[in-house]
């Protein structure tokens, strides 16, 4: 395996920047990795000497130690970077922190931030790739990318496969980089949710179906995902309680009889068992939750290998 | 100073037409088909170039007092002359805010020693434009502004707002509003819709702006007030305009450039410089303002000069602040964008950015006539203008237009027969 022209050197801020073959290539290279993944020793040179920087303005430890092992295994030395939007505010401006990570020669950035945007400013202030570990509610497309990893890898093939979202879709950057991998992918994709969290012009942008009512989206689905539903959303006054939430959007043993039997169930994490999805649902032999998390190591050991010109 | 302008095309009386015009004593002494002087200072050959009244800017933010870093009163006139501009109304959001007499004649004051542009001063509708109690208006009056407005801020509340327009109406001064109604808008950063949706950006509903304006054409029918509702956005707000006109209420409206010239599309890229109060709209919102502007629903254009520095401009997006500059862009781009393809004329581009403005505010005459002050721009439409940091006199350099080059160019600006500007 070895990267080619096309991925050396570019960044990734959404999937929409990134072509149908392209996305099947990163998907092939992660196969290998998850392979490596598998071995007693997990780790090979290939990018001894480069330096990987996880910048975090926003708390996630679970995506920033999936990118800082993936770095690892591929023996790039990792600097981690941690702040919060307040403690950035008050102080250095993110250029600031961008100018003094790249006097240490960061050759690859993974950045985390709740302004939809900021990849793009920090390769804008950095010159060096970067890779998008989420962005406000706008883009996450190494989750995407590792949710259709893992779709593929058990069902084999991608076209025409049936996904149905269920949750908070308005909040969701995970939705949005899902809608734009899997429909370019020719999975059939459909949203679920009350009015109040669904935004504007789903249909006209994605190409994807919004149904309300939750046993209606779940006809003939393949595939069920849970979104986490946040408590916050009440006191935006999107939705009452989480009580009534659960009563009409919640995936259990019964909601989940209007998909196809055998559904695959997935959850982007961290999951609310009890509100979004019930424990018999995702504990379930039907779930590939914890598959995700594995998967999503492989899917960044395999961009971090193409974009910083990995050979194996 | 005398300076003859010879075989300009001139505006005069809504039509153009080939004249002399000779400026004496910071007037228009004459204009005729051929005027020969012996004794004149200054000759310029104007054959070809167009030669228009200076244009009239009744929303501009010059940040002074309080965030001279961005701009200030020598600078923002300067910029303004740079573009065509003449006279400016500055809006009262400064720090402080213009609420009070002092702050009225400070203004002034330093526009008058200062300045390449006359400034008339705009007061704040409500005292430090929070809302909440009416500002000073009647003496403010006396100290000279030519209208109140708490722009960047709106008037929450309805029954104040009513005090608002009665008193103000009181002592004979125009309301000027910037519609927003703060729980519609909320966190929003660019327009409510696709792009919205697509950047995972909030959004700002069109109704935000059309509550508003529709509450304050209610209110402003009811008390008689004089309304003028700043940088529109919507096709709903102009219909609501439009019934509003002919009902026969008192209610004149302004476009920016930018709401005429581009959508919310422009916000794909995260360019800070497309973030703006109203924000960018849809096509159809576009065409809407295009179409109210050519039939006169639309009184006039402003520019909504909203210099900020690049520091505060050139960040994540939602932390960046509202708004472009637009005093040296806005003929140019309107020319280059809209009357050179033909959607308006000439004539009304000139008319929205001259004698419009002058009339919703009830300015001093600013037509090209003997004995009126000798404000003029002389314009090259076949010339070009490239906008680059260092062509761009503003102190800030926040407009979406940068880089871009567009056809027209400004050769001269006149302020009561000084020469402002001169291109080189
Ligand atoms: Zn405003």
């Known amino acids: ?312 | 100073m005398t300076t003859l302008i010879k075989n300009g095309i001139a505006y005069i009386n809504n039509r153009f037409s080939r004249r002399d015009i000779l400026l004496k004593n910071g007037k228009i002494q004459r204009i005729a088909q051929t005027i020969n002087v012996e004794k004149v200072e200054q000759i310029i050959d104007a054959s070809g170039k167009y030669v228009f009244p200076g244009f009239v800017d009744i929303h501009t933010h010059l940040r002074d007092p309080g965030q001279t870093y961005k701009e200030d009163i020598a600078s923002g006139t300067r910029a303004a002359a740079h573009g065509g501009f003449t006279t400016l109304c500055t809006m009262p959001n400064t720090e402080p805010v213009v609420d009070n007499i002092a702050s009225v004649d400070y203004v002034q004051r330093r526009a008058k020693d200062l300045g390449s542009a006359k400034v008339y001063v705009i007061g704040a509708i409500t005292k430090k434009s929070e809302g909440l109690e009416i500002s000073e208006m009647a003496t403010m009056k006396s100290g000279g502004i030519v209208a109140v407005s708490d722009d960047g801020n709106c008037v929450q509340n309805a029954k104040l707002m009513l005090n608002c327009m009665r008193y103000a109406t009181n002592f004979g001064l125009p309301l000027i509003i910037h519609a927003e109604d703060y729980n519609l808008s909320g966190n929003g950063q660019i327009n409510a819709g696709k792009v919205a949706t697509k950047l995972g950006l909030s959004g700002i509903s069109p109704l935000a702006e059309e509550v508003i304006v529709a509450r304050d054409i209610m209110l402003a029918e009811n008390c008689g007030a004089k309304l003028h509702i700043a940088h529109i956005s919507t096709a709903r707000s102009l219909e609501l305009v439009r019934e509003a006109k002919e009902r026969g209420v008192k209610v004149t409206c302004e476009v920016t450039p930018h709401h005429l010239l581009l959508t919310e599309e422009a916000c794909l890229n995260f360019d800070t410089n497309t973030k703006m109060k109203p924000p960018l709209r849809i096509e159809k919102d576009r065409q809407a303002c295009i179409k109210a502007l050519k039939e006169g629903i639309i009184d006039c254009i402003a520019t909504d000069h909203a210099p900020h520095a690049d520091f505060e401009k050139t960040r994540e997006f939602d932390h960046a602040p509202f708004g472009i500059i637009g005093l040296e862009t806005a003929f140019p781009v309107l020319y280059h964008y809209l009357v050179k393809p033909g959607y308006i004329s000439l004539e009304r581009l000139i008319e929205a950015l001259t004698s419009a403005p002058v009339r919703v505010l009830n300015l001093p005459e600013n037509t090209l006539k003997a004995g009126n002050p000798a404000d003029i721009t002389i314009i090259d439409l076949d010339a070009e203008t490239t906008f680059t940091p260092e062509s761009i006199l503003s102190k800030s350099k926040n407009s979406p237009w940068m880089n871009q080059t567009v056809s027209s160019k400004v050769l001269y600006t006149f302020l009561e027969g000084r020469q402002t500007w001169k291109a080189e």
Not at chain 1, 72 to 85: G, I, P
Not at chain 1, 116 to 135: A, E, F, M, R, T
Not at chain 1, 226 to 238: A, D, I, K
């Open chain 1, 1 to 312: 395996m070895e990267s080619t022209p096309q991925f050396i050197g570019r960044s990734l801020y959404d999937l929409d920047d990134y072509s149908a073959d392209e996305i099947m290539y990163i998907l092939e290279a992660a196969k290998g990795m998850k392979e490596i993944n598998l071995r007693e020793y997990k780790k090979i040179p290939t990018l001894r000497g480069k330096t990987v920087c996880t910048l975090f303005v926003e708390d996630s430890t679970r995506t920033r130690m999936s990118f800082e092992l993936a770095a690892s295994r591929l023996s790039a030395d990792v600097v981690s970077f941690q702040a919060t939007v307040s403690s950035l505010r008050k102080g250095e401006s993110l250029q600031d922190t961008v100018n003094t990570l790249n006097a240490m020669g960061i050759d690859l950035y993974c950045i985390r931030h709740s302004s939809p945007g900021s990849p793009q400013l920090v390769h804008k202030y950095s010159g060096k790739p970067v890779i998008n570990g989420g962005d406000g509610r706008h883009a996450h497309p190494t989750q995407a990318l590792l949710d259709i990893f893992s779709i593929w890898e058990r069902l084999g093939n991608l076209k025409g496969i049936k996904i149905t979202i269920v949750g908070d879709i308005l909040n969701s950057r995970v939705v949005r980089s899902d809608l734009i991998g899997m429909t370019k992918l020719g999975m059939e994709v459909t949203v679920c949710g009350p009015r109040t969290l669904m935004p504007a012009n789903m249909e006209q942008i994605y190409g994807c179906k919004v149904e309300y009512d939750l046993a209606e989206a779940l006809k003939d689905a393949d595939i069920v995902m849970g979104l986490r539903m946040q408590l916050e959303r009440m006191t935006e006054g999107l939705f009452p309680s989480l009580e009534e939430y659960s009563r009409h959007y919640v995936l259990s043993k019964e909601t989940i009889k209007f998909a196809k039997k055998d559904a695959l169930i997935m959850h982007p994490g961290p999951m609310n068992r009890g509100i979004e999805i019930l424990p018999e649902i995702a504990d379930s032999e039907q779930s590939i939750i914890v598959e995700q998390v594995a998967n999503g190591v492989a899917v960044r050991m395999a961009l971090m290998f193409l974009i910083l010109g990995g050979k194996l």
